[in-house]
């Protein structure tokens, strides 16, 4: 009856291949499964209809009185894999620079994870939330692969994005002046990651450009004025 074949349930048809009497004349007949022969003295027929699963065909050949011969072969139908869905991208911090997956759980067939850009260890591969660790700040682009068979495998991707850690924040020094003179000039640091803004914390006072670090001040007020300069960057603790 010809060797067994496995194909993708996506194509329900396929040729058989059994071989061609010399004595007798040859016939073939569904046994298990589904599927139509298309001609079935042919050895060579095509098959259309088959089903997810085993689908068998018996080859018969017969000559006169004498017993049939028989052999049967099996098309076996993989079903097609779970589409895949590796879940939303995220952003996180560069400290700790972890993060855990979100694929979807396979129905049919099997998922595994691999990296395909930037930098990262990816724990348990086959487990659709697994950890991440050392990852590096940028993107961080992880596959989610889930596979059955002879099908085609569904892919999908999701991007860790690592923020990182913003600049440490000095606002400068205190600054003590006569009450006669309401403003001053602040002196933060510039940051070289992430963005500054000034905020009044205690006292009075209107910062004129709250992100220059070194923005004037007007409308102080007599004892302590506390303003604070506050950098921050995505994901990360400010500073």
């Known amino acids: 009856a010809g060797p067994d074949q496995t194909q993708c349930e996506t194509t329900t048809t396929a040729t058989l291949a059994a071989n061609t009497p010399v004595v007798g004349t040859g016939v073939w007949t569904v046994i298990a499964g589904t599927g139509v022969v298309t001609t079935p003295t042919d050895p060579n027929s095509g098959v259309t209809g088959l089903s997810s699963g085993v689908n068998t065909f018996e080859w018969v050949i017969t000559n006169g009185t004498c017993p049939p011969s028989t052999d049967q072969i099996t098309i076996t139908l993989d079903a097609a894999p779970t589409v895949s869905a590796a879940g939303p991208d995220q952003s ?44 590096a700040i940028g993107a961080n682009d992880f596959t989610w692969t889930i596979s059955n068979g002879t099908c085609p495998p569904s892919v999908d991707v999701v991007t860790i994005n690592v923020d990182e850690n913003a600049t440490i924040s000095d606002a400068g020094p205190d600054q003590t002046q006569c009450e006669t003179t309401t403003t001053a000039t602040l002196a933060a640091n510039t940051p070289v990651v992430g963005t500054g803004v000034w905020t009044v914390i205690a006292g009075t006072g209107v910062v004129t450009t709250p992100t220059d670090p070194n923005s004037g001040v007007t409308g102080l007020s007599s004892g302590v004025n506390t303003f604070e300069w506050v950098i921050t960057n995505g994901t990360c603790p400010p500073s």
Not at 108 to 124: D, Q, Y
């Open 92 to 135: 996180v911090c560069e400290t700790p620079g972890t993060a855990t997956l979100a694929g979807n759980v396979p129905a049919v067939g099997t998922g595994v994870w691999t990296l395909t850009a930037g930098t990262g260890t990816i724990t348990t591969p086959a487990d659709p939330a697994s950890g991440l660790t050392a990852l």
